[in-house]
């Protein structure tokens, strides 16, 4: 099976951080370039990182800049997205998502990519 799996969700207070993990199943993942996203409700997927793997090239959204961070550890074909500072506005489902991108482009827009986890619930309170 070719999947991608998020964890690391939870609850935390504003201030805090949490490391979220995405692990990849049946392909080496450090061969495919990252994408992460999120999903408040009511609100459009938002692309907020990505990473491409070709020359190591990084893009976070504005509202992440700063705060957020793509890590990776080949050797357990995983991505991970540490975020610091947590706001209650960050509270949603996050998803991790994997592509080839050729041209070596770092792409934020969700449509650009072909293969999605299910996503992993940040919540954080006031």
């Known amino acids: 099976e070719v999947e991608l799996e998020e964890s690391g969700g939870g609850l935390v207070q504003a201030g805090g951080s949490l490391r979220l993990s995405c692990v990849a199943s049946g392909f080496d993942f450090d061969d495919y370039d990252i994408g992460w996203f999120r999903q408040a409700p009511g609100k459009e997927r938002e692309g907020i990182s990505c990473?491409?793997?070709?020359?190591?090239?990084?893009l976070h959204a504005d509202s992440v800049k700063g705060r957020f961070t793509i890590a990776t550890d080949n050797a357990k074909n995983t991505v991970y997205l540490q975020m610091t500072n947590l706001q209650p506005e960050d509270t949603g489902v996050y998803y991790c998502?994997?592509?080839?991108?050729?041209?070596?482009?770092?792409?934020?827009?969700?449509?650009?990519?072909?293969?999605w986890g299910l996503g992993t619930q940040v919540t954080v309170s006031s």
């Open positions: 998502a994997a592509d080839f991108f050729p041209d070596g482009s770092c792409r934020l827009p969700f449509y650009d990519y072909k293969l």
């Open positions: 990473l491409v793997r070709s020359n190591g090239t990084t």
